[in-house]
């Protein structure tokens, strides 16, 4: 079960999270609800939090160090802190794209079934599923085409568009229910951030994503709503067009037209 609202369903819900890196507080009383199958943005000024509440929901803080969390959340109503919870189980779930593209270096195939590989649990995949899965992965990602001819060419020669929908790609046949992008067009020219935006937009409905965007054009051309954070807090949570035409923040309003951050 997950909890509703509407006519759609919360992927993600946080309650009063506060987190810590040391002694530094970079998440004060966080309280956020992602819906089902909608585009969400997380915008504000470097440093805010933007990228620690993305992390958050997959747990990969805790891979920089000395990090305390308290307060909860729960991805598909399940609390990510609970102690049956498996980390391999969660990150499968809730998948992760970078901000520069990090294909493994090895072939363009490897890198679609090297995730399945590793997480089916039932051993070496037949070559036919193994076939099936990269075609599927690679059509989703708008990149087969491109590609088909050319599965064994090594990932790392590909165009930085190229290997970032690569990425988003090798997660898919781990199933993701959530897919979380930490500014996944920062290093990508204005042809190739146009093209990850459509790619991003033809996954409203299939997946929970959530978007971390310095691009308050991007902001508001790919989200379907939008998080203001600063210092560590959630200031405004609107729908997209409602936040950028008519923010209830002066603080959100500042910083959407330029003059904050």
């Known amino acids: 079960m997950v909890a509703k ?68 959340i729960r991805i598909l109503d399940k609390n990510i802190y609970d102690d049956d919870v498996s980390l391999s189980e969660l990150r499968k779930t809730v998948g992760m794209v970078f901000q520069r593209p990090n294909p493994l270096p090895i072939s363009i195939y490897e890198n679609i079934v090297f995730g399945a590989r590793v997480h089916s649990g039932r051993g070496e995949l037949k070559r036919s599923e193994r076939d099936e899965m990269v075609e599927s992965a690679l059509r989703e990602v708008q990149l087969w085409d491109a590609v088909k001819d050319n599965l064994k060419r090594r990932a790392t020669s590909l165009t930085l568009e190229q290997q970032q929908k690569l990425c988003i790609a090798r997660l898919l046949p781990l199933k993701p229910r959530v897919i979380l992008m930490d500014e996944p067009c920062s290093a990508l020219d204005a042809e190739g951030i146009e093209r990850v935006e459509e790619l991003i937009s033809s996954f409203r409905d299939r997946y929970t994503v959530i978007i971390v965007t310095h691009n308050m054009a991007q902001a508001r051309r790919a989200t379907d709503e939008c998080v203001y954070m600063l210092l560590g807090e959630i200031m405004e949570h609107a729908d997209t067009a409602e936040l950028f035409l008519n923010p209830k923040r002066k603080e959100t309003e500042m910083y959407i037209e330029g003059r904050y951050g």
């Open 5 to 72: 609202t509407g006519s759609r369903s919360y992927s993600i819900t946080a309650k009063d999270v506060d987190l810590w890196y040391g002694d530094f507080q970079a998440l004060k009383k966080v309280t956020f609800n992602a819906k089902q199958g909608i585009i969400t943005g997380l915008i504000g000024p470097s440093g805010c939090g933007k990228t620690t509440l993305l992390r958050s929901f997959n747990r990969i803080n805790e891979r920089y160090g000395n990090v305390t969390t308290e307060g909860e």
